[in-house]
């Protein structure tokens, strides 16, 4: 029998961190031939998670540039991907999430009449700008898509209630999961700028902040609360690592830079990453995979957007919409930095995102799909 040919398709560091534990499933079963297509939209950040999960691209099409808009990012990389999918058969697609090159892999797939599997499918916040643009990005994918792999019984529900048929839904759990399982077993060393931070006595908040829609304003109303959160508690400190978009960093820069205790780092390597989110003692973060990962590390996390495509962990308890008001921010934060109940429910809220083996149970989906 040959072996079936499955091309994987990401551009962003969230996407080669939830796609490496599906690429790993893929090369266990002996079966499939697996390639990776790099669109290049994260180019630092995507490279660091590459040598992490130990994958090298057999395709990168660098199509960053900078202050590029939405159409010139569109135009390139449904270029280069139609380009490399139009010559080379595949037996299956696959992309991940919301990002821009999931939406245009699924696209180009769709173009070339090949199956595209969509990785964490079935993620609706129901406002179409916002976030902006993932939530349409993700709501593009699913008509494009054969298959849907969706991490929880919520997202299976959105896809069906928009008319996707039952049978073509697989409820995985999220592979986030499965690399946080995987990452934690890795002897990886600490990065060294940041080990006197994290090992500092009192607590530490972790912070990070990057979406497009928090930029401005809502950005001014963040650093604003983290300044007063941490002149009325003497024993915290604040390890916040700035994603290199200029519109997040000079304006963390320009407010927070002069404070002994925020330390604005650049951005870490997943497994320092990792070992903060350990340390910390409460994260404030926009980041959909924060969200994922710390109920895992029984961390609460309050969320830095007005909606959440992710309800799931709101519904525990393990993880709490406050948006961008500096006011609410700061009730949310100082209950749990006060409230050793509250901080409880919280920490020990159940994850509701799976248990780690949900990369082995996509591509056991797909080889049933495939007929092999």
């Known amino acids: 029998m040959n072996k079936l040919r499955f091309l994987f398709i990401l551009g962003t560091r969230p996407e080669v961190i939830k796609v490496a534990p599906v690429v790993f499933a893929a090369g266990e079963t002996g079966k499939i031939e697996s390639q990776i297509l790099h669109t290049g939209q994260h180019l630092e950040l995507a490279s660091e998670m590459f040598r992490h999960f130990r994958l090298k691209p057999e395709f990168d099409l660098g199509v960053m540039r900078q202050n590029q808009s939405l159409f010139q990012l569109t135009s390139r990389i449904t270029e280069g991907i139609g380009e490399i999918v139009s010559r080379n058969p595949y037996d299956m697609i696959f992309v991940q999430g919301d990002t821009t090159s999931a939406f245009l892999g699924a696209l180009c797939g769709f173009y070339c009449k090949i199956p595209v599997g969509h990785i964490e499918a079935g993620l609706r916040t129901r406002d179409r700008y916002s976030p902006f643009p993932e939530e349409m ?11 849907h792999f969706a991490p929880t019984q919520r997202a299976c529900d959105m896809l069906t209630g928009e008319g996707i048929p039952r049978n073509c839904i697989e409820i995985t759990g999220n592979t986030v999961i499965d690399a946080l399982h995987w990452s934690l077993k890795q002897n990886y060393p600490v990065r060294d700028d940041i080990k006197d931070i994290i090992a500092a006595p009192g607590r530490m908040l972790l912070v990070t902040t990057h979406r497009r829609e928090n930029f401005g304003e809502p950005h001014r109303e963040v650093f604003s609360a983290l300044l007063e959160l941490v002149e009325g ?28 205790r925020i330390h604005l780092t650049s951005p870490l390597d997943y497994q320092s990453f990792i070992n903060a989110m350990q340390k910390s003692f409460l994260i404030l973060s926009d980041s959909g995979g924060v969200q994922e990962e710390a109920p895992s590390l029984n961390k609460p996390v309050l969320v830095l957007r007005e909606s959440t495509e992710r309800p799931e962990g709101v519904a525990t308890g393990a993880i709490k919409l406050v948006g961008t008001s500096k006011t609410r921010i700061i009730e949310a934060a100082t209950e749990l930095l006060t409230s050793q ?32």
């Open 341 to 372: 109940k509250s901080y409880q429910i919280m920490s020990e809220a159940s994850n509701p995102y799976g248990d780690g083996s949900a990369g082995t149970a996509i591509i056991k989906a797909a080889q049933r799909f495939l007929g092999q």
């Open 233 to 260: 508690f003497e024993d915290v400190r604040i390890l916040f690592p700035i994603h290199p978009n200029p519109n997040v960093r000079n304006e963390a820069a320009a407010m927070l830079n002069n404070h002994p």
């Open 137 to 147: 990005n993700r709501r593009l994918v699913s008509p494009l898509a054969s298959l």
